[in-house]
């Protein structure tokens, strides 16, 4: 395929500057191996007591640990190949994607799956992905050898397999996300969403204390920063949320959030002027 543009040929897909930084680091082996089970709860529910004391010696894991920043995960995946991949046992990591000069991110922390992201099958667009640790974070490496271990017991692969298909809905919960129109509401989604999983319930707040940038919440809301920064604002303002984005507090519920931007946005509307509401 060829585009032409100002009367010059280019052939093959459209690409854009490579975006400048540092080297990304590659995850430190350790001397530690895990138990598996001791360093994952859910995975250990799959078996009873008994069960638990035969797997446990069977299901351990080398460790791997980067510190904070870009981490390149693509030898350790060639050795995870044919195995499950790498699980994240402690840590929180950002799966940046970009397209032209769009980026998407996704969050994953303790009992995620990694694995190697798979190659565009589009020839006519540019993809590239990048991991970063925004703590630092430990991954168990999960091998062929690993598989061969615990292969009397089908009940770890298959949950860990499973990982992969709930990282696949996260993934959809988030589409559906930032399908919303309106910034607030796709913010406010997002808080909540990610609120289930990393918040802690206080007295008169849900406290959401994660390493977030206006940046970084602009790639997980499909905004720009500027954007994202004027809207978090209106939240505070309308007292829907409070602190900085590092550490916000998320007051009332979801429902109330929601039903108050929705008033919100309908008094704004009904004292809109005539010119106003033709210009909108």
Known sequence: MSLRDGGSIQ??????PARPGLV???????ALYTYLLDADDELAEE?????????????TARVLQVGVGDCDLSSWFDIASQGPGLLILDG???FETRTGDRVATELLGSGDLLQAPTLPTDDLLERSCRWRALRPTRFALLDEDFV????PFPQVVRALVSRACRRTAELDVLRAIT???RL???LVLLLWHLAARWGKVERASVRLCLPLTHRLLGQLVAAERPSVSHALKRLAHAGLI?????????HGTLEYQLESLLERHAALAASATPSDQRAG
């Open 242 to 250: 409070s602190g900085s984005a590092d550490d916000l507090h998320l």
């Open 11 to 16: 052939r093959g897909p459209p690409r854009w």
């Open 24 to 30: 990304p680091r590659r995850p430190e082996p350790s």
């Open 184 to 186: 607030e509401v796709r």
């Open 148 to 151: 061969d271990r615990v292969r």
């Open 47 to 59: 078996f009873d007591i008994r069960g638990r004391v035969a797997v446990r010696q069977l299901a």
């Open 92 to 94: 929180l990591i950002a």
């Open 179 to 181: 399908s919303q129109p």
